[in-house]
């Protein structure tokens, strides 16, 4: 018996047993994964050689071969597991595939459209013969042709021409034919989808959405179906700008605005509660509106007197009970005009200024039993010239972004203060009285170069002329920087934002504050570029000019002419009593001044009590 050899223990017979199944199992795992990797080897070497044939066959012209290899290899990607991921060497190749195809087509539509060519029998054969692959490309490019046409992109004749090259290719002439018949309708839509595009470009959605949805009730077919995609990327685009934009118009009461917006949004999107709601808070908050035939009243005022012990103890007392009103008299004032059924409008709702060359009247709608005001802040520059007035330094926001005025009180101290100056005054007011002002209107608030803009330096051109007025009142001399310039033009834009959003419109008192009517027309277009330059440059495009002391310059006057062809169009002078015309491409208006002076001299009786009114600190009694 031959010998057995082991190293270690003798095993017994079962495990001996084990260890041979073992041995097979082992075995059969490998043979199955050696097959396996053959074939996946097999495979993929099979992949590898699909394009190479594929773009043989293309090549030789065998187009239907070709497409057949397409279909195949698409049926394999089809009949995978859906949530096998995508990045498959079947795929790959598909897409490899059809980006070949995809090519040669691009380049032939080209040359059709661009170069008027007429397909070979070749190019005519590769494109009918690949079937819907060709097919699917072609036709969405037909669509697309037609969208360009609709759009004014490209002219009929080289849709026709397009149309007359391949309309009639088994894989596309179902839908090329009924595109078609459809030309006369897109040519004659074309208008009106104009219209709403421009609309949608320039986010007037509103006005974007009745366009569409009018051309939608008067078409079908292609035009239809467009604009049924249009009106729904629009409303979708619209609904978040629009309510924020409405969810500021209610903030800045401008109720009426809001209203109708909102009532357009209701109608756009009925089932929308938070339409809804804000349409109820802007119904809350309006009334019926009427046409107005009358008077407009316009008050003026210049800086207010902050501290009446200021300004009515020192060496500027007269000046100060001469030209300004305190500030509890202001609030007085706005009290009365109140009660007396006076309600702030915006002076530019009078007017149609859509051609250029002319302004014309157009009639005020206000709720009923209201009569409208204007209100001017005239001059808001802060003089140094003003020491010792009581009047405010400059203008400021406080941590509320509120607009106030800094003043400095008789204690030497700094205060800041929104009832210290005409704009937070009636911005208080009208936060406390919406219906005080009409859709959010406030006032006019008009602005000179001269030395500063609101207390602030925000050109080096003004530093001698601030210097000067502060030699003049015994002050120190400034030299700001370039730095310290920019930073007061940036407060400045700030300031200037919040008074716009809320309602205050900007105006133009000359750069130098001068007798207008006094200049001739050299000094007049020195100034006016001046201001525009330095203080337009800030407040933006302005349309309103005040003249100081009233120094106006007539309408037909060559001066005036310069003027209004720098954007002026709405003038004011002064005058005790309301009164108003229109002329050749401008409105004018004469303004009430209040003062000291005025409080005392004119008859203000149709608008407010003067004996209610009057500051008792002032150094002079009202009668």
Not at 32 to 54: C, D, H, K, M, R
Not at 150 to 159: A, C, N
Not at 207 to 231: C, K, M, N, P
């Amino acid at each position: 018996m031959p010998k057995e050899y082991y190293f270690g223990s003798r095993p017994d017979e079962s495990g001996s047993l084990v260890r041979n199944i073992f041995m097979f199992f082992y075995l059969g795992v490998l043979v199955v994964a050696v097959v396996i990797f053959g074939w996946i080897y097999a495979y993929n070497e099979q992949l590898n050689s699909v394009i190479p044939t594929f773009q043989s066959a293309l090549d030789s012209g065998r187009y239907k071969a070709a497409l057949e290899m397409y279909r195949d290899v698409q049926a394999e990607v089809i009949s995978r597991d859906p949530n096998q991921s995508e990045d498959t060497a079947e795929r790959e190749v598909l897409t490899e595939m059809e980006d070949i195809v995809f090519t040669r087509v691009d380049s032939i539509e080209n040359s059709i459209r661009t170069n008027r060519y007429s397909p070979s029998a070749d190019d005519r054969a590769f494109l009918e013969q690949m079937g819907e692959l060709t097919g699917s490309r072609m036709t969405v490019w037909l669509n697309s042709l037609c969208q360009e046409f609709l759009l004014g992109q490209i002219e009929r004749p080289t849709l026709q021409f397009v149309f007359d090259s391949v309309a009639d290719y088994a894989n596309i002439t179902a839908a090329a034919t009924p595109l078609e018949k459809e030309f006369d309708q897109i040519e004659q839509a074309r208008g009106d989808i104009s219209t709403a595009e421009n609309y949608y470009n320039t986010k007037s959605y509103i006005e974007a959405v009745e366009t569409y949805e009018d051309i939608i009730a008067h078409t079908t077919g292609f035009v239809s179906s467009y604009a049924q995609a249009r009106l729904q990327t629009c409303e979708k685009e619209m609904y978040q700008p629009i309510m924020d934009q409405c969810d500021h118009l209610l903030k800045t009461y401008r109720y009426y605005t809001a209203e109708d917006i909102l009532s357009d949004m209701a109608r756009i999107f009925p089932d929308d509660q938070k339409v809804q709601s804000k349409l109820l808070e802007a119904t809350s908050n309006t009334s019926p509106v009427v046409d107005y035939k009358g008077n407009v009243e316009v008050l003026c005022v210049k800086p207010l007197i902050a501290d009446t012990t200021v300004a009515f103890s020192g060496t500027q007392a007269s000046t100060a009970d001469s030209l300004c009103l305190t500030a509890g008299e202001f609030e007085k004032i706005l009290e009365q005009v109140y009660k007396a059924d006076y309600i702030l409008i915006d002076v530019r709702t009078m007017t149609d200024q859509t051609n250029l060359s002319s302004v014309t009247e157009k009639t005020l709608t206000l709720p009923e039993g209201k009569k409208p005001l204007v209100i001017v802040f005239e001059n808001a520059n802060y003089s140094a010239y003003q020491k010792g007035m009581g009047t405010c330094n400059r203008l400021v926001l406080n941590d509320q972004n509120q607009v106030c005025g800094e003043y400095t009180n008789a204690n030497g101290q700094t205060v800041v203060s929104r009832g210290s100056e005409a704009i937070g005054i009636l911005d208080a007011f009208v936060e406390s009285h919406p219906d005080f002002s009409f859709d959010g209107a406030k006032g006019i608030i008009s602005f000179s170069g001269y030395e500063t803009m609101m207390g602030y330096i925000v050109n080096a051109d003004q530093v001698d002329d601030r210097n000067s007025a502060l030699q003049a009142v015994s002050l120190p001399a400034i030299n700001p920087s370039e730095a310290d310039i920019q930073t007061n033009q940036t407060t400045v834009k700030a300031i200037l934002s919040v008074l716009s959003d809320n309602g205050w419109v900007f105006a133009s008192s000359t750069y130098g504050f001068i007798n207008a009517n006094s200049c001739d027309l050299q000094a007049i277009q020195n100034d006016t570029n001046k201001w525009l330059d330095q203080i337009g440059s800030l407040t933006g495009a302005v349309q309103i000019l005040v003249y100081p002391n009233g120094d106006f310059i007539k309408g037909s006057d060559p001066r005036c002419g310069f003027l209004k062809e720098n954007g002026f169009r709405i003038f004011f002078g002064v005058g005790p009593t309301p009164y108003y015309t229109f002329g050749d491409n401008y409105l004018y208006l004469d303004r009430a001044m209040l003062n000291g002076d005025t409080l005392r001299k004119m008859d203000y009786s149709r608008l407010f009590d003067a004996d209610q009114v009057y500051d008792t600190s002032r150094p002079l009694s009202l009668h």
